[in-house]
Nanobody, 113 residues
Framework: QVQLVESGGGLVQPGGSLRLSCTATRSIFNIYVMSWYRQGPGKQREMVATTVSGGSTNYADSVNGRFTISRDNAKNTLYLQMNSLKPEDTAVYYC???????WGQGTQVTVSS
């Protein structure tokens, strides 16, 4: 049974950077769409970034220009590079593969001084 294993979350000061990883236990070579979502305290889960096979990407307005989504098919891994982090970026971050109807377990990101 395929799983998505996330890592890279933690506590960071405002203005800092983190890179999240989401590694699948099965090849992602034929996966068309992969996404990152987040759910902040008392908020609904929201889409942060999406990548489509072939290189197309889409970002939430709140992170556009600060976050970068990428994938490495050879490593079966999806990444989210997060720069210039703000306190409002504090959330649990999840990777999502619609083709598998599968979510990762989530990784906590806390931005605080």
């Amino acid at each position: 049974q395929v799983q998505l294993v996330e890592s890279g979350g933690g506590l960071v000061q405002p203005g800092g950077s983190l890179r999240l990883s989401c590694t699948a236990t099965r090849s992602i070579f034929n996966i068309y769409v992969m996404s990152w979502y987040r759910q902040g305290p008392g908020k609904q889960r929201e889409m942060v970034a999406t990548t489509v096979s072939g290189g197309s990407t889409n970002y939430a307005d709140s992170v556009n220009g600060r976050f970068t989504i990428s994938r490495d098919n050879a490593k079966n891994t999806l990444y989210l590079q997060m720069n210039s982090l703000k306190p409002e970026d504090t959330a649990v971050y999840y990777c999502y593969v619609p083709q598998w109807s599968l979510w990762g377990q989530g990784t906590q990101v806390t931005v605080s001084s």
